[in-house]
């Protein structure tokens, strides 16, 4: 794997710069050497050195405004907003892309522009998901697009146009359940899970499988977000990685029957599996509010809300799912991105850079 580590003197943008794929993003082009700006609505910096931008990524005029003196040689596309139907995600999250290219191609600086997706493009979109004619896994690249109207394959039709116009490089990245460290950002598995399992530990009550016998029992993957943000910047810089589209996850598989021991242990908890339905979190953590509180003012953490940090709905989603999914990693392999992460060792590592926050206790 070549990655370019002389990014001095290099601009990279990345649009979302406070999600969980956006902080590692940041984080690691810093570490390179790139001067690195951040588009957020809120333009806040979670991660410092990141130079921040407010704009609003459906104002195409204002957001060309905000970025008029950028030159970013490098764009990432890390951010999408969640719309009530996928006609609606599919408005809303085509424009996302195509008022970033509009914005950032007019001063003709832009070599590369990566888009990160995931698993939806084979299982399908919330409307239809996982209903429709479905790849086999483990997912590969090359697989046709589903018959379903997907936001996704919007996005990417947008990235295409663009590149066909402006000339600039372009790749997709497609990734599984982000395992991350961010600050501020709840749709994030392993926070989630560490939050639910500090709370059973605080209650007393069984850390228990919320998910579906499928997950319980099946083979899955999940996607590192520092790996991720890894092969962003790979892809962006070697030519094996220009107009080409990527899964990233792991490179490892496991089953949650397996995992979740682990982290009941980890913890200080008992567990339960799955056993006879699922367990949804959402439905189950109405006391979370009130027990984190008291969790954070008897130690001390840096967020006292439980909604900034965990997010039960998504959780659910990815562990309830009735099918197996996880992906082929063998195309990035070939082409020369051979990085990985022990899944494992990737959630306890996330655990302890929580703590050291004191964003757990």
Same mark, same amino acid.
């Given at each position: 794997?070549?990655?370019?580590?002389?990014?001095?003197?290099?601009?990279?943008?990345?649009?979302?710069?406070?999600?969980?794929?956006?902080?590692?993003?940041?984080?690691?082009?810093?570490?390179?050497?790139?001067?690195?700006?951040?588009?957020?609505?809120?333009?806040?910096?979670?991660?410092?050195?990141?130079?921040?931008?407010?704009?609003?990524?459906?104002?195409?005029?204002?957001?060309?405004?905000?970025?008029?003196?950028?030159?970013?040689?490098?764009?990432?596309?890390?951010?999408?907003?969640?719309?009530?139907?996928?006609?609606?995600?599919?408005?809303?999250?085509?424009?996302?892309?195509?008022?970033?290219?509009?914005?950032?191609?007019?001063?003709?600086?832009?070599?590369?522009?990566?888009?990160?997706?995931?698993?939806?493009?084979?299982?399908?979109?919330?409307?239809?998901?996982?209903?429709?004619?479905?790849?086999?896994?483990?997912?590969?690249?090359?697989?046709?697009?589903?018959?379903?109207?997907?936001?996704?394959?919007?996005?990417?039709?947008?990235?295409?146009?663009?590149?066909?116009?402006?000339?600039?490089?372009?790749?997709?990245?497609?990734?599984?359940?982000?395992?991350?460290?961010?600050?501020?950002?709840?749709?994030?598995?392993?926070?989630?899970?560490?939050?639910?399992?500090?709370?059973?530990?605080?209650?007393?009550?069984?850390?228990? #499988?919320? @998910?579906?016998? /499928?997950?319980?029992?099946?083979?899955? $993957?999940?996607?590192?977000?520092?790996?991720? +943000?890894?092969? *962003?910047?790979?892809?962006?810089?070697?030519?094996?990685?220009?107009?080409?589209?990527?899964?990233?996850?792991?490179?490892?598989?496991?089953?949650?029957?397996?995992?979740?021991?682990?982290?009941?242990?980890?913890?200080?908890?008992?567990?339960?599996?799955?056993?006879?339905?699922?367990?949804?979190?959402?439905?189950?953590?109405?006391?979370?509010?009130?027990?984190?509180?008291?969790?954070?003012?008897?130690?001390?953490?840096?967020?006292?809300?439980?909604?900034?940090?965990?997010?039960?709905?998504?959780?659910?989603?990815?562990?309830?799912?009735?099918?197996?999914?996880?992906?082929?990693?063998?195309?990035?392999?070939?082409?020369? #991105?051979? @990085?990985?992460? /022990?899944?494992?060792?990737?959630?306890? $590592?996330?655990?302890?850079?929580?703590?050291? +926050?004191?964003? *757990?206790?």
């Amino acid at each position: 794997m070549t990655m370019s580590t002389a990014g001095a003197g290099r601009r990279a943008l990345v649009i979302g710069s406070t999600g969980i794929a956006g902080q590692a993003l940041c984080r690691l082009l810093l570490e390179k050497g790139f001067e690195t700006f951040g588009v957020s609505r809120s333009a806040t910096a979670p991660v410092p050195g990141v130079q921040p931008i407010a704009a609003d990524l459906l104002d195409a005029e204002g957001l060309s405004s905000a970025l008029a003196e950028v030159d970013p040689e490098l764009v990432f596309i890390t951010a999408w907003m969640r719309q009530p139907s996928e006609a609606q995600n599919i408005e809303v999250n085509s424009a996302i892309v195509r008022n970033v290219i509009e914005a950032t191609t007019a001063g003709g600086s832009v070599k590369h522009v990566a888009l990160l997706t995931g698993l939806k493009h084979y299982l399908g979109p919330f409307d239809n998901y996982a209903t429709g004619v479905m790849a086999d896994t483990p997912f590969e690249e090359e697989s046709e697009r589903l018959d379903s109207p997907n936001f996704y394959y919007a996005q990417e039709d947008e990235l295409f146009a663009g590149a066909a116009t402006h000339g600039y490089g372009w790749s997709v990245h497609r990734a599984h359940t982000v395992f991350g460290y961010a600050v501020g950002n709840a749709m994030n598995m392993a926070l989630t899970l560490s939050v639910y399992a500090t709370i059973c530990a605080r209650t007393g009550e069984p850390f228990r #499988f919320p @998910g579906s016998e /499928t997950q319980w029992n099946g083979v899955t $993957d999940v996607t590192d977000s520092d790996l991720l +943000a890894e092969q *962003l910047l790979w892809a962006a810089t070697d030519p094996a990685g220009r107009d080409q589209a990527f899964n990233i996850a792991n490179g490892d598989v496991f089953r949650w029957r397996t995992l979740w021991p682990r982290i009941a242990e980890h913890f200080g908890v008992s567990w339960e599996g799955f056993d006879t339905a699922p367990a949804p979190l959402e439905n189950r953590m109405g006391h979370a509010d009130e027990v984190w509180r008291e969790i954070a003012a008897e130690h001390g953490l840096a967020e006292a809300d439980v909604s900034r940090l965990a997010s039960w709905w998504h959780t659910d989603g990815d562990l309830g799912r009735n099918l197996e999914c996880f992906t082929s990693m063998n195309k990035s392999r070939e082409a020369g #991105f051979l @990085g990985f992460r /022990t899944t494992p060792a990737s959630f306890f $590592d996330k655990v302890e850079r929580y703590r050291a +926050a004191r964003i *757990l206790p």
